[in-house]
């Protein structure tokens, strides 16, 4: 277990702004003032401080939000997105040209396997995808493509919650001179990707760190030449491509990021609460906080210490229409919502195969272990989970009738 403590890290900035706001004003303006012309010359070259150019490079209020994730990730920088998968696409994007390789994980977000098995081939880009849970299959697939700039992959990933081993995974990136890039949606603050050894970490913030399904949202977050270089006026991905995230949603975002580490107590708590649960009624579950899971002792070495195992979990019902069905009465029952997403105050769950991992297909879903009865859940901050624990199981019962 880690000592870093990502809350504290952003509990000590200085959040007021210049008229000593507790919360920094929001940055209402697309363009800003240089009080002399150079100045405006020099920070479109990037050699100056505290000058604003244009929002869709940088932002007062983008960058209160930034700094709280660099210090949550302990990085030295951090930029924010329209959407967790404009994040995710920009940092790819960023480190490849035509002729490179990427590796990623078997297992990731369906969106994201989506842009690296088909929309990358326009670019020349091409992508394996490997069983991270086994270290030799990274290395072979290194050694078969040279080219590799990139190796791939979620910290826990999605949807089976598997964790993915963030030092060794860095070792090989770094043994070829390529990057490792982490998606860390699931687990923030629990795991700290870059202290790990990654280079880049990525979030979806719609999930998680905003926890309000309010509005879309992402995070990359790294060193600050990578940080400087993605916003670089003439060569910068994220400077070029444009996915900015509006002014206006970071200052929301930045407000919901000061209760994550109470969010993302609770929500573990929760989960492990039904775990146990769904352990002593017989239920087929699966969660990592809990001794039987296969990266059970790999999750403790690799963890902050505090935030527990994190608040996804799923139960397999064996079947497509078993899953529906319990769903839908889950639903009726008012145990939460059967919607895609997660990371909200209240539980959501949704049939992985049918619904966020559908854009990977069958032959691959069954490859990583994937069942068609698969029901994920985001679970929520309920105050009595014994209480949703029992509709749960009523749902279940109800639903074989
Ligand atoms: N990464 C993970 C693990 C996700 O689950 C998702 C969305 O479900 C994304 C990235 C994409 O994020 P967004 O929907 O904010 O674009």
């Not at 296969?294 to 527990?308: A, C, R, T």
């Amino acid at each position: 277990m880690n000592k870093f403590d990502p809350a504290t890290a952003i509990q000590r900035l200085d959040g007021r702004d210049a008229c000593r706001g507790v919360n920094p004003s929001i940055s209402d303006s697309a363009t800003f003032t240089f009080p002399k012309a150079h100045l405006m010359t020099d920070t479109f070259h990037g050699e100056t401080e505290g000058y604003f150019l244009y929002s869709r490079h940088w932002n007062p209020s983008n960058l209160s939000l930034c700094n709280a994730l660099a210090a949550m990730e302990g990085t030295e920088m951090a930029w924010c997105t329209g959407s967790g998968l404009a994040a995710i696409t920009c940092a790819l994007l960023h480190e490849v040209k035509s002729g490179d390789h990427i590796i990623s994980s078997m297992t990731t977000y369906g969106g994201t396997f989506a842009f690296m098995a088909n929309y990358l081939k326009k670019f020349n880009v091409t992508c394996s995808f490997v069983n991270f849970q086994n270290l030799d299959a990274v290395k072979a697939e290194v050694a078969k493509y040279p080219q590799t700039k990139v190796l791939y992959t979620e910290t826990m990933n999605n949807p089976l919650l598997r964790i993915a081993n963030i030092p060794e995974l860095a070792k090989i990136a770094h043994g070829i001179g390529a990057k490792l890039i982490v998606d860390n949606t699931f687990t923030p603050m629990i795991f700290s990707p870059y202290r790990l050894g990654a280079d880049v970490v990525v979030y979806s913030m719609t999930k998680f760190i905003n926890g309000k399904n309010d509005c879309v949202a992402g995070a990359i977050c790294g060193s600050a030449e990578y940080i400087n270089s993605l916003i670089d006026v003439n060569n910068g991905t994220c400077m070029l491509l444009g996915p900015v995230l509006d002014p206006m949603r970071s200052s929301s975002i930045l407000k919901n990021l000061h209760t994550l580490h109470i969010r993302m107590q609770k929500h573990s708590e929760n989960a492990m609460y039904l775990a146990k649960r769904f352990k002593e009624v017989g239920f087929k579950y699966n969660y990592p906080g809990l001794p039987e899971h296969p990266d059970y002792e790999l999750f403790k070495s690799m963890m902050n210490d505090g935030y527990g195992f994190g608040g996804m979990i799923s139960i397999d019902m064996g079947t497509a229409d078993a899953a529906s069905k319990i769903m839908e009465i889950m639903q009726e029952k008012g145990v939460g919502y059967l919607a895609v997403s997660l990371g909200y105050f209240k539980t959501l769950f949704s049939n992985s195969g049918k619904s966020t991992s559908s854009e990977v297909p069958e032959d691959i879903q069954k490859e990583m272990g994937m069942s068609e009865g698969l029901i994920r859940f985001s679970v929520g901050l309920d105050n009595d989970i014994e209480a949703t624990f029992q509709l749960i199981k009523e749902s279940v019962e109800e639903s074989r009738k």
